[in-house]
């Protein structure tokens, strides 16, 4: 369907045939026609002719891609299903006002804002990427992170303000900054970025100043204003209709009625208003024009005053004799107690919003006067049947809204019986629900074994080194599912089932673990066949000119069986098959083959290996080869140890190959030696690391490198050995009495000798810890080999 170049899109219609079904395909008209430039005049749809050329067009048979088999069907009939068509749908309880919330627990915590309430914020706020450029750097307290004062501001700017360093505040010092540029050793290439560390003060009222970034949204929509003029276009703050933060801002949201455009008044930052002059009138006169007195003053008449919507600026309106109202976004802000134009004995007028109403339109709190008079108090007001109220009125929205869970309905019963037949329909909203749900778990499986694979490794290799035994690294887990063949590929390993291999209802989970080749070499070479001193030291002397993988012979991975005869050779590693539960039946598995490992002559014939009880025997079944030849593959069902071989053909029943591995040998002789020589040296430091059954003193407990233990990496060693068994028991020689314990325990710092407990680093201790099974492991592989000789 995309290389059709359409947008469609395909649904199961169970209706459709007759009733047995089928997929439909929904194409866009609109993509396959060219809509005309003259259906985007509006004065097209005047002209019928015009308007009739813009229509959705019909969908005809032409329009089916090809070559998919698809029959046209125009379907003139749609069915809906009924909503709430039962009394217990009907009636079944809901969250109000989010019913699609579905229960009653989750319901309890809805809460919100039915209303916007005004923040400041920076022009662009919606733009992640503008809005961190829109930032300044400033110095504020360590200790209560408000701004330096002007005083401690200048200490912190080496003494002097300068266009890089300055202090500012507002007129009523209810905001104040102190810029800075970041310091200079910050890391970053922005201000956002940059703006981060700590300076010391000396002098000043505050021992330490913190460099953060000062954003739109530190002030407050009184401050705004004044953020804006300040900073100007570097922060470009100004005042947003935003979502209320919480319940607080919401129940006081709402506008500020001034009867004009408000967001016009929002970016003045107010309004100016002159008063009506009554000044020169004698008498009542009721012809008075004041529209045309506002109109020539450059403004509008309101029934407050004049509105001069010329004058968008504090000192252009003061210069008019006019009052200028700062824009209010608060009920205190919006209903100033006082009389409006009350003026000052220095010029200018207080900040009320007081006046006599004498026409109310309504209530007090939610009415609107048609006129107000030059009453100047309550008092006289009264005496002549006015209202004294607010000019402006602030027009409360804020609605909290909490959920509650409730019947939202009522069932009524019909008067007749209903003519349709209920029947049980399928949801496919829910099936495509299921399925999408099934894809991201499916997709989320090579995710999931990548990141084992990247990091079990080397905590396997540690806890096998810790346990001496041979590592196993964890692959990955490939699920299973019912009816279904899909490969699944973890690395050069390829996992894949049939039809049949699951099926019942429920997902097996097959677990893979990784067994390396070398690992049976080193198990094999520990217990197998020693070779001569002669040879062990021509093989120590190539050993000292090479590499332990280019020693390496066939004769080395011999180790399949029969009889007592050595028959073949591993080729590759092995894996560690491990269902979860029993499949119903096999599975196939490719397992890669190494070209590093060097293959006997005669053994000539793949197999697939398994070990029981050390002992390494040919698996009973078919294998076969890859398509490119690097893999060995078999159907494989029980869980088990499986590697890929090479074993002798047919025609050589009685023939026993070379087995052993010298080089493996001459390296343990090796260690051995060089471990004797340096325990008679004298004793050996290994800081943090203790062996198997040791006693460790807490005085030494400090590693000198990472830890890890069987519950990940060790951050705290102090929380980490407040959990070990603490040692208090001595023997009669004053030696520090080691408890008797069950737990193999591996763990830092201190053996036992003489009657005191002496660390590794030298130190000494009366004071033991035994540690308990999760105790670290240190992260040098090469130490930890050692330290089994060495102690």
Not at 345 to 361: I, K
Not at 519 to 535: D, F, K, L, P, R
């Amino acid at each position: 369907l995309r290389n059709s170049g359409t947008n469609t899109w395909v649904s199961y219609d169970e209706k459709l045939l007759g009733g047995e079904g089928a997929c439909s395909m929904h194409l866009n008209v609109w993509e396959l026609f060219k809509i005309p430039d003259a259906c985007h005049d509006p004065e097209c749809y005047q002209s019928e002719a015009c308007a009739e050329q813009c229509r959705r067009p019909e969908l005809t048979e032409a329009m089916c891609p090809s070559p998919f088999p698809w029959r046209f069907f125009k379907s003139t009939r749609e069915w809906r299903p009924g909503m709430l068509a039962t009394k217990s749908a009907c009636e079944e309880e809901s969250c109000y006002p989010q019913p699609w919330i579905p229960t009653e627990e989750e319901c309890k915590t809805v809460s919100h804002c039915e209303s916007h309430c005004p923040y400041c914020e920076t022009d662009q706020f919606w733009d992640w990427e503008m809005k961190k450029q829109m930032v300044k750097c400033s110095f504020v307290s360590s200790k209560t992170s408000k701004p330096l004062s002007e005083a401690d501001c200048k200490i912190a700017c080496d003494g002097t303000f300068t266009s890089s360093c300055y202090f500012r505040k507002d007129n009523r010092s209810t905001a104040a900054a102190c810029i800075t540029d970041p310091p200079t050793d910050a890391l970053g290439s922005t201000t956002y970025e940059k703006c981060v560390g700590q300076k010391a003060l000396t002098g000043a009222s505050v021992a330490s100043a913190n460099y953060e970034l000062l954003q739109c949204s530190a002030f407050t929509t009184e401050q705004c204003g004044w953020a804006k003029e300040t900073f100007g276009q570097d922060m470009a703050c100004t005042i947003h209709q935003l979502q209320c933060k919480n319940k607080a801002d919401c129940k006081g949201a709402g506008r500020c009625d001034y009867e004009w455009d408000d967001w016009q008044i929002q970016e003045n930052g107010g309004l100016c208003v002159a008063p009506i002059d009554f000044s020169k009138d004698t008498s009542y006169n009721p012809h008075r024009d004041f529209w045309s007195e506002c109109y020539n003053l450059g403004g509008e008449h309101r029934s407050y005053g004049c509105l001069l919507y010329e004058k968008k600026t504090k000192d252009t309106c003061t210069e008019v004799g006019a009052k200028w109202f700062p824009s209010a976004h608060s009920m205190s802000k919006c209903e100033v107690p006082g009389y409006a134009w009350k003026k000052m004995s220095t010029g200018g007028f207080y900040s009320g919003t007081m006046a006599c109403c004498v026409q109310l339109r309504g209530s007090k709190s939610e009415g609107r006067c048609e006129m107000f008079t030059q009453d100047e108090n309550s008092t006289s007001c009264e005496h002549c049947g006015g209202t004294w109220m607010s000019i402006f009125k602030f027009r409360s929205h804020g609605r909290w809204m909490e959920g509650s869970w409730q019947k939202s309905y009522k069932w009524t019963a019909r008067a007749f019986e209903p003519s349709n037949k209920w029947v049980t329909r399928i949801a496919f909203e829910k099936v495509t629900d299921v399925w999408q749900n099934l894809i991201a778990a499916i997709r989320a499986v090579p995710a999931v074994n990548f990141v084992t694979c990247r990091i079990n490794p080397t905590l396997d290799t540690l806890v096998a080194i810790a346990k001496q035994t041979a590592a196993q690294s964890t692959l990955g887990t490939v699920p299973l599912l019912p009816a279904t063949a899909s490969a699944t590929r973890m690395g050069d390993y390829v996992v894949e089932p049939f039809d049949n291999s699951v099926t019942g209802t429920a997902e097996i989970d097959v677990q893979v673990n990784l067994l390396s080749s070398g690992a049976v070499v080193a198990e094999n070479a520990a217990g197998g066949n020693a070779t001569s001193t002669a040879e062990g030291s021509r093989r120590q002397r190539r050993l000292a000119g090479t590499g332990l993988s280019d020693t390496l012979t066939a004769s080395c991975y011999t180790v399949v069986q029969n009889a007592g005869r050595y028959i073949g050779q591993l080729v590759g590693d092995c894996i560690i098959f491990n269902p979860s539960t029993p499949l119903d039946n096999p599975v196939q598995v490719c397992l890669p083959t190494s070209p590093q490992i060097p293959v006997y002559g005669a053994f000539n014939l793949d197999c697939l290996v398994t070990v029981n009880s050390g002992v390494y025997t040919v698996a009973p079944m078919t294998v076969t080869k890859s398509s490119d030849g690097l893999s060995t593959c078999a159907s494989l069902s029980a869980s088990g140890t499986y590697c890929p071989g090479k074993i002798f053909g047919t025609g050589e029943p009685d023939r026993s190959a070379p087995s052993g591995c010298g080089s493996v040998t001459a390296i343990s002789d090796t260690v051995t030696t060089q471990a004797a020589v340096l325990k008679a040296a004298g004793p050996v430091s290994l800081p943090g690391l203790v062996k198997i059954g040791e006693t460790v003193s807490s005085d030494g407990f400090a590693p000198q490198a990472v830890y890890i233990s069987s519950s990940g990496t060790v951050k705290s060693v102090e929380d980490f050995a407040e959990t070990a068994q603490q040692i208090t028991g001595t023997n009669a020689g004053g030696a520090s009495t080691t408890v008797g314990t069950t737990t193999t325990t591996m763990d830092e710092n201190a053996t036992t000798t003489g009657d005191v407990t002496t660390t590794l680093d030298g130190r000494e201790s009366s004071s033991t810890i035994k540690l308990s099974s999760s105790s670290c492991l240190p992260a040098s592989i090469t130490v930890a080999a050692l330290l089994q000789l060495l102690m």
